[in-house]
């Protein structure tokens, strides 16, 4: 856990990948790592939004190093590979073969490049300092995006956008990021974690059990017909008809106080 640590503020857990002076990239130890920390996360009912940021002010996340990972990770036998890898996790556990059902923040305080997009990409939301970038590079490296690139990021930017950054393999800044919708604020460097960890209190404070079934609603709803995508999310709706959250909800709305609710 040295290359991962973990900050527990009530309900919101900061996850920091603390690999500075590799940019914050991943090996297999610290990739490792970051499965069990989300893992654990997600099994805690007390955990109820993650925020994920990289260590110092030049990176959130340079991917995976490219040195130690990537020519091993490309590389396994075929029926090694599909059992570590097509079957199992994507990097940083998150991007794929895990399902978080609990709000995911992405404070992207720098480079977010290849794999830390990806990363950054599985989050849903993404906050970033004014000095961040942003790039997908695999194509400059002879290979292209493996850990949800080329699916998340069409969803969240546009075919057109994303083919931009895809096929080129060029960064872009934090402005354009903003525009193109990849991020959803834009804060000073100095200014991003309290910010980003204020948002994540915000959201901490709402219903979890809303927040399980949202999430868990639109991911089935992505290539879903449009009838069957408005009657998954009315069903969704009456499931939590029976709950104490809506119960609370009600009542707090009821009596014009700020409603508490439990962990889930």
Not at 32 to 47: C, G, H, K, Y
Not at 57 to 71: E, H, R, S
Not at 170 to 192: K, T, Y
Not at 225 to 252: I, M, W
């Amino acid at each position: 856990m040295a290359d991962i640590r973990v900050d527990r503020q009530g309900a919101v857990w900061l996850v920091t990948i603390d690999r500075a002076q590799k940019m914050n990239s991943l090996d297999f130890g610290a990739h490792e790592a970051l499965v069990d920390v989300w893992r654990e996360f997600d099994a805690d009912d007390s955990a109820r939004v993650g925020v994920i940021t990289g260590a110092g002010d030049k990176a959130f996340c340079a991917g995976a190093d490219l040195k130690t990972y990537t020519m091993s990770f490309a590389t396994l036998p075929p029926h090694e590979f599909r059992r570590k890898w097509v079957d199992g996790v994507g990097l940083g556990g998150i991007t794929r073969g895990m399902e978080i059902d609990k709000p995911l923040i992405a404070a992207v305080n720098g480079f977010a490049i290849s794999g830390g997009l990806e990363i950054a990409l599985a989050c849903d939301l993404r906050f970033c300092s004014d000095n961040a970038e942003f790039a997908l590079q695999d194509s400059k490296w002879g290979f292209h995006a493996c850990d949800g690139g080329l699916v998340r990021l069409p969803m969240i930017v546009g075919l057109g956008n994303a083919m931009e950054m895809i096929l080129s393999g060029e960064r872009i800044d934090a402005a354009s990021a903003h525009r193109i919708g990849l991020v959803n604020r834009v804060w000073p460097q100095a200014e991003l974690l309290a910010k980003a960890l204020d948002y994540a209190q915000m959201l901490a404070r709402r219903a979890p059990l809303a927040h399980r079934f949202a999430k868990a609603t639109m991911r089935r709803m992505v290539g879903m017909p449009l009838a069957d995508a408005l009657k998954a999310e009315v069903r969704s709706f009456y499931d939590l008809g029976q709950s104490e959250d809506l119960a609370e909800g009600t009542q707090s709305f009821r009596e014009r106080r700020d409603a508490s609710f439990k962990a889930r």
